[in-house]
């Protein structure tokens, strides 16, 4: 089976500041890879799939990028709507989370 | 629009058995394969099954085979999770979700509210 590991497990960070959240695969997923945002009591929603395609809606300061094993999801100015926990997935394998906090 | 509506979840002992249903609305359902993800009080997701567009390709999670049953009625936009000999690990909030299948990577493009199953004596 596929591991999906994500680094780091929580992040600190404040507003307006540029974030990189990575997820690595333990073999290669071609670009087959999502990213998800959730935040508490609520389901995940979609930012990112195919990698780096922006799913409709999804503001523009996600972004995502990588291919084969790494993967990296950006938010280029963190807003205060982002403190959640976004998981990284390929196929029925999710990354175990990563928690951007409020430094 | 595209929502998915859960029920079915509360408590029950362990041993015991729960039917959760997933009603859709808003697109063609009968086109899509669906999911049931669920999540464990303060922990990540877990996949637990896939059932294709017409029924015909079934799979489980290694922690659920034998136990669960996914199945769907087209005609009534339903999706189903039979849950039987339950135990406390399968504690978690159960949500359904489509996926957007293979061409477009597999993901999961929209997600229902969730039903909390609790297993508990």
């Known amino acids: 089976d596929i591991q999906m590991t994500q680094s780091p497990s929580t992040l600190s960070a404040s507003v307006g500041d540029r974030v990189t959240i990575t997820c690595r695969a333990s073999q290669s997923v071609s670009n087959r890879l999502a990213w998800y945002q959730q935040k508490p009591g609520k389901a995940p929603k979609v930012l990112i799939y195919k990698a780096s395609s922006l799913e409709s809606g999804v503001p523009s300061r996600f972004s995502g990028s990588g291919s084969g094993t790494e993967f990296t999801l950006t938010i280029s100015s963190l807003q205060p709507d982002d403190f959640a926990t976004y998981y990284c997935q390929r196929g029925v394998t999710f990354g175990q989370g990563t928690k951007v906090e409020i430094k | 629009e595209v929502q998915l509506v859960e029920s079915g979840g509360g408590l029950v002992q362990p041993g015991g058995s729960l039917r959760l249903s997933c009603v859709a609305s808003g697109f063609t359902f009968s086109h899509s394969e669906m999911n049931w993800v669920r999540q464990a009080p303060g922990k990540g997701l877990e996949w637990v099954s896939y059932?294709?567009?017409?029924?015909?390709?079934?799979y489980y999670a290694d922690s659920v085979k034998g136990r669960f049953t996914i199945s769907r009625d087209n005609a009534k936009n339903s999706l189903y999770l039979q849950m039987n000999s339950l135990r406390a690990e399968d504690t978690a909030v159960y949500y359904c979700?489509?996926?957007?299948?293979?061409?477009?990577?597999?993901?999961?493009?929209?997600w229902g509210q969730g039903t909390l199953v609790t297993v508990s004596s």
């Open positions: 979700a489509r996926d957007a299948g293979a061409a477009a990577g597999s993901y999961f493009d929209s």
């Open positions: 059932i294709s567009s017409s029924g015909g390709s079934i």
